[in-house]
């Protein structure tokens, strides 16, 4: 069974930046794709971004490319996602998933103040 334990998030001002961790856990082999979707109250999910654990490979949003950056400890088995110059819209609960499975960890809060 996947397990993924998300940490990180808080209160921010607009500008400011947060790092995000996820420690997976269970996976059967050393392929997988891990990274983080979003939700805010009344809007549907997005998928931020994601990492491929063979090569590294990033997915980025639009709409936080070049502001977000995911990256991976795979000795850890931990995927990081460092968000700078966050925006008010970037206010969500971020969840970490595997971007290929069904499997999530619990959400963890962020909020962007202006």
């Known amino acids: 069974e996947v397990q993924l334990q998300a940490s990180g998030g808080g209160l921010v001002q607009a500008g400011g930046s947060l790092r995000l961790s996820c420690a997976a856990s269970g996976f059967t082999d050393d392929d997988y794709v891990l990274g983080w979707f979003r939700q805010a109250p009344g809007k549907e999910r997005e998928g931020v971004s994601c990492i491929s654990s063979v090569d590294g490979s990033p997915y980025y949003a639009e709409s936080v490319k070049g502001r977000f950056t995911i990256s991976s400890d795979n000795a850890k088995n931990t995927v990081y996602l460092q968000m700078n110059s966050l925006k008010p819209e970037d206010t969500a609960v971020y969840y970490c998933?595997?971007?290929?499975?069904?499997?999530r960890g619990q959400g963890t809060q962020v909020t962007v103040s202006s």
């Open positions: 998933a595997d971007c290929l499975g069904d499997s």
